[in-house]
């Protein structure tokens, strides 16, 4: 059986990778795969998350160890086998490769191959560059670019102060309103 993984990037509208892989790999191996095709270092902390199917992370797939705590389940890359979380086909992954900035690959599991075997994995499609592994604030800023936090940054273009009903906010600014009452234990 072998599984064929299709990664896609919000940030670069041309980019795809399709990569090939034994189920019985780790999710190491598969995150050495997604390096290699798209031309990364691997000095960076990264997770695959196990989503559902409207992206929504559920199950997270860490690089180190990073859970000592032996009640709660923590997968590692290196210890987790693909086909351990992994049996579906349209499965969903993000895969973070800057913690950073949050920034991700998409992943979906568009085929499982079967009657084929192979080892390792193998990446049988490349199309686009991939973005750039990570962001440089500080170069970002040299270069005239912004982080364009200005009042758009949150969202409504068309906020305006007075749309707040004054009355939900007494006592926050001035000593009227009902006062604080600390709770005792």
């Not at 210890?79 to 969903?92: F, H, P, V």
């Not at 920034?103 to 990446?123: N, P, S, V, W, Y």
């Not at 199309?127 to 912004?146: H, L, R, W, Y």
């Not at 936090?149 to 939900?168: S, V």
């Given at each position: ?144 670019g912004s982080l364009d936090l200005d009042e ?34």
């Amino acid at each position: 059986m072998i599984y064929r993984f299709t990664i896609i990037s919000d940030e670069v509208d041309d980019f795809v990778r399709e990569i090939q892989i034994d189920p019985e790999a780790t999710f190491f191996d598969f995150h050495e795969a997604i390096l290699k095709s798209a031309g990364y270092t691997d000095d960076q902390m990264t997770s695959f998350f196990i989503c559902d199917d409207d992206w929504e992370k559920e199950k997270e797939i860490t690089l180190e160890e990073m859970d000592d705590n032996p009640e709660m389940d923590s997968w590692v890359m290196k210890d987790t086998e693909l086909s351990e979380l992994i049996e579906d086909e349209k499965q969903k992954l993000l895969y973070v490769f800057d913690y950073m900035t949050e920034r991700c690959f998409f992943i979906e599991l568009t085929e499982i191959i079967t009657g084929k075997e192979m080892q390792g994995a193998k990446c049988t499609k490349k199309t686009g560059d991939a973005p750039k592994q990570t962001v440089d604030f500080e170069e970002m800023a040299a270069a005239g670019g912004s982080l364009d936090l200005d009042e758009n940054f949150y969202g409504d273009q068309d906020f305006d102060m007075e749309d707040f009903d004054k009355e939900g906010f007494v006592g926050l600014d001035d000593a009227g309103g009902a006062p604080f009452e600390e709770e005792k234990f």
